[in-house]
């Protein structure tokens, strides 16, 4: 898996070592909607990680909590040139975000990539 901290450029290059495309990972990504890391409605599967990436909600100087939404590694996806527009377009589009994600995680699932998928 990668690092929590990684930047942008180790993150493309992790998953790129395991055949993924910038696209494939920005997608793949937005699992993390799931879960306790401030991305909208912990069991609801939807675009609002992309919706928040776009917000930025981690740099509000108003919030006490703004650090604990995300991790450091979602945190980089927006400032990333390669990355950005894959976010603003499942942040528009959440069918888009649905089918991208769907073929990107049949890929994982159908690699059995070591520490990621069985």
Known sequence: MPGENFSAE?????FAEKGFSAQEMVALS???????KGFGDPTRFDN?????????????PNDSMASMIGLPSDHVLPDDPECLPYIQRY??????????????????????VPGWAA
């Open 30 to 36: 937005g699992a993390h909607t799931l879960g306790s």
């Open 48 to 60: 609002e990680y992309y919706l928040a990436l776009l917000r930025r909600p981690w740099n509000n």
């Open 91 to 112: 942040a528009e589009d959440q069918d888009a975000f649905f089918a991208d994600f769907s073929k990107a995680y049949i890929k994982l699932t159908s690699l059995g």
């Open 10 to 14: 180790q993150l493309k290059a992790n």
